[in-house]
């Protein structure tokens, strides 16, 4: 007798016991079964005679009361520029960060919150909304995103109130602006606050020397503490790209001063995001220092050096005289 393998005998047995359940249930149809004689079939009379019952009553929808119109935005303002403008004599704005306002007829339904949507015209950046809480009989200003827009890009932005019982959106009409250009653009900054304290532009190339040792400081911060560690999959994918980021930095610092020894000085270009990014890393491990040395009084170092490497960065870099990025001092 042929071997039949684990699989076909599954098969074979489930065959058997549906021809065994056949031969014992008895047979029933599965035709449609047809109602009595002007009897209702899902709201449909049916009949193959005169009908005697009376037709299907009409549907009750159940009410949901006035539907009030949505609330008309009035008021628009950019940057305190009043109306609503579109093409060449769109207003110019000087700032990253223009303020956009609404107030709306008071002869309408009031919103309990607005939402307001801008978009770069070129399509150089995502539509952005935000949204905020409405004082009654006041207007409301909107400020863009903390990183701010991009100089030299124009932009437009629409406003809209919600209501519970809004029948549509309520969207305004678009209104247009333009951000001037040469403003410092801060809409790519990666640690915006560091950028902003140390006041670089993220985009500029900055030399700055130092002495090897203090170099040696801030690679030992860029370090990951688990580098040469092999990490598990549970670590997210944002700290992977921070990690790999500092990795890249310090990969930049280590070739500009790669045979030069403790005693001499080296000059580092990096660009002012990378030195924000630098810094703060800095500032974080004499944080570290600082706290350890407060709960250890026996232990045999501080922060001080690594801020005095944190305070002369940041003077080649313009910035103020004792940065804390973060960290009290």
């Known amino acids: 007798m042929p071997m039949i393998n684990r ?11 549906l021809a065994v359940t056949a031969a014992v249930l008895p047979g029933r149809s599965y035709g449609s079964a047809q109602p009595p004689v002007g009897h209702t079939w899902g709201c449909f009379v049916v009949a193959s005679g005169p009908a005697t019952d009376p037709p299907c009553p009409e549907p009750i929808m159940p009410s949901r009361g006035p539907v009030s119109p949505p609330p008309r935005p009035t008021g628009l303002a950019t940057d305190g520029v009043p109306g609503c403008v579109t093409g060449p004599a769109r207003p110019v704005v000087g700032t990253t960060r223009p303020s956009l306002s609404v107030s709306f007829a008071p002869d309408g339904p009031q919103p309990t919150e607005v939402t307001v949507e801008h978009e770069s015209l070129d399509g150089s950046e995502e539509p952005y909304q935000s949204s905020a809480p409405v004082e009654p009989g006041k207007p409301v200003v909107l400020e863009a995103d903390e990183e701010g827009l991009a100089p030299g ?50 985009a500029r190339r900055y030399p700055v020397t130092l002495p090897v040792r203090q170099w040696r400081l801030l690679l030992d911060a860029l370090t990951p503490p688990d580098e040469g560690v092999t990490l598990d999959d549970e670590f997210d994918d944002g700290a992977d790209v921070v990690t790999e980021r500092l990795r890249g930095i310090g990969a930049g610092v280590r070739a500009q001063i790669a045979g030069r020894s403790t005693g001499q000085v080296a000059t580092v270009t990096l660009t002012g995001d990378e030195w924000a990014s630098a810094a703060m890393e800095l500032a974080m491990m004499a944080g570290v220092w600082d706290e350890t040395a407060e709960e250890d009084p026996e232990a045999d170092e501080d922060g001080a050096t690594r801020w005095a490497a944190v305070d002369r960065l940041s003077a080649a870099l313009g910035g103020p005289a004792h940065p804390g990025l973060g960290h009290d001092r």
């Open 7 to 17: 699989r076909g005998r599954r098969f074979l047995t489930a065959g058997v016991m």
């Open 153 to 202: 890009v124009s932009y437009r932005w629409r406003v809209t109130g919600t209501s519970a019982d809004a029948a549509e959106p309520g969207w305004s009409p678009w209104c247009e602006f333009t951000v001037v250009a040469g403003l410092l653009d801060l809409s790519a900054a990666t640690d915006l606050d560091a950028v902003r304290e140390l006041g670089v532009d993220p």
